[in-house]
């Protein structure tokens, strides 16, 4: 009997589906498994994300209703990354160490972008407690971006940084972090879909971030932008003084 891997993807933000991409090629690969399928029961935010990640990948040989187990771990060990461990959960080891993301989409040019400074603002799921002082601080010392990606839901804007042309869909924000000429974002999905396109990118993260294994790109420059101590407690006592009514 063939065996069979499922893919069943729990969580919809773009980075839970790129931290299983590799798991494809390697289950081919390695020979463990013959057969690749991604359970229908996965999450998307985006309906465009199983196209990207999984429609688009050659080693999916189509899609289940079959249900599947979701491998769980609180930390990574020393010497590999998330994707490695996740590997590993499955069953699998290509001997390899400090996995990437990957995605088959071969990005086009975005011409407004090409040669520019970009900073995506917006986060899902929790970057952590950002100090907008430390954030200008950081783009002082490394020069403003040219442009800043449109605000969404959840975002740590820049003060009169223009926005980029409000991109129209999932590809062509692939077309273009892999057009700019340098690429800062917070700890989100933009940042794992970066390390799948090879873009190297300055990522920033705050106070309570996600665990560290979360930051599991070689190619990024991930920064701490949270609150120092003082910082925090100048804001519970200006807090505190706002509430003093007496």
């Not at 999450?43 to 079959?66: A, H, K, S």
């Not at 040019?109 to 929790?126: L, Q």
Request: charged share 25%; hydrophobic share 35%.
């Amino acid at each position: 009997m063939r065996r069979t891997l499922v893919i069943r993807v729990p969580f919809g933000g773009l980075g839970d589906h790129l931290f299983r991409s590799h798991l494809p090629r390697i289950a081919k690969e390695t020979g463990v498994y013959e057969r690749v399928l991604v359970s229908n029961l996965s999450e998307y935010r985006d309906p465009e994300i199983r196209t990207l990640v999984w429609e688009q990948n050659p080693f999916i040989d189509g899609f289940t209703d079959e249900d599947a187990p979701v491998p769980v771990f609180p930390s990574v060990p020393k010497g590999m990354n998330l994707l490695d461990r996740m590997m590993l959960e499955y069953g699998m080891d290509d001997g390899t160490r400090f996995h990437e993301p990957e995605i088959y989409y071969r990005p086009g040019k975005a011409e407004a972008a090409a040669g520019k400074s970009v900073y995506d603002p917006n986060w899902v799921s929790n970057t952590g407690i950002i100090s907008k002082r430390k954030l200008h601080k950081h783009f002082r010392r490394s020069g403003l971006p040219d442009f800043q990606m449109p605000p969404r839901a959840k975002t740590v804007l820049l003060d009169g940084i223009p926005f980029y042309p409000h991109p129209t869909s999932l590809f062509e924000y692939c077309n273009i972090l892999a057009s700019a000429e340098r690429f800062t974002c917070l700890l989100s999905g933009g940042a794992t879909l970066a390390a799948a396109l090879g873009v190297p990118a300055v990522v920033l993260y705050g106070r309570r971030a996600p665990a560290a294994m979360f930051r599991h790109s070689r190619l990024h420059r991930y920064e701490y932008i949270g609150p120092s101590f003082p910082e925090r407690l100048m804001r519970r006592l200006a807090r505190g003084a706002k509430g003093d009514r007496s």
